[in-house]
């Protein structure tokens, strides 16, 4: 079947503007995860949506950031008033939901906040 | 101090030797261990997982985990150089929390 799959793959945008960046798991994953890259840099945790759940939203940066989930499935993940320091890849995976199962990702979103 | 710890290398090997790529943790609690392969400007890939002591074989990859002493390890035999990559440690502490290593750019040299 599909993996998952995010759009856009690239994105551009002046300081200020707010993005959304969008993500699709894999058909049947209950569980979905946002991860922020910078250049050179690990995997930064951003949030983590388990089924209907409330998401943990313990690695947000800051309250530009918010991500909601609609039915159980595709992703939004918003980010307001974006500053340079926004500019990253931003990873999106999921997982069957079970206890610590493997998470599998998507090709990423680059965003460039000039 | 970092939860999981790799060192960033670069790590180069000749064509044909053994890569061994090493990962520390700092919770003992930690159950289930992951590395990812990622290549630049990709998504990290998985490579494999380990969920028990000892090692795990996977074709030319082996992990090894020792939770005693909270390291676990991958060996990638016979490097080729489309072996070259970053690999990135992946732990899961309680609940389905993932935390990741900075990663390891590995270089294999033809």
């Known amino acids: 079947g599909a993996g998952v799959s995010q759009s856009p793959s690239n994105k551009v945008t002046e300081k200020g503007k707010d993005v959304e960046l969008r993500c699709d798991p894999i058909s049947g994953h209950t569980a979905l995860y946002w991860y922020r890259q910078s250049l050179g840099q690990g995997l930064e945790f951003l949030i983590y949506f388990q089924g209907n759940s409330a998401p943990d939203k313990s690695g947000l940066p800051s309250d530009r950031f918010s991500a909601e989930r609609t039915g159980g499935s595709v992703s939004t993940l918003t980010i307001q008033r974006t500053q340079q320091e926004d500019s990253a890849v931003y990873l999106c995976?999921?997982?069957?939901?079970?206890?610590?199962?493997?998470?599998?990702f998507g090709p990423g979103t680059r965003l460039l906040v000039l | 101090q970092k939860e999981v710890e790799q060192n960033s290398g670069p790590l180069s090997v000749p064509e044909g030797a053994i890569a061994s790529l090493n990962c520390t943790y700092s919770d003992r609690g930690s159950q289930s261990f992951f590395w990812y392969r990622q290549y630049s400007g990709k998504s990290p890939e998985l490579i494999m997982f380990i969920y028990s002591n000892g090692d795990k074989e996977d074709g030319r990859f082996t992990a090894q985990l020792n939770k005693a002493s909270q390291y676990v390890s991958l060996l990638i035999r016979d490097s080729q150089p489309s072996d070259s990559a970053t690999y990135l440690c992946a732990v899961y502490n309680a609940g389905n929390m993932l935390t990741f290593g900075g990663g390891t750019r590995l270089m294999v040299k033809p």
């Open positions: 995976a999921s997982s069957t939901g079970g206890v610590q199962e493997t998470q599998y």
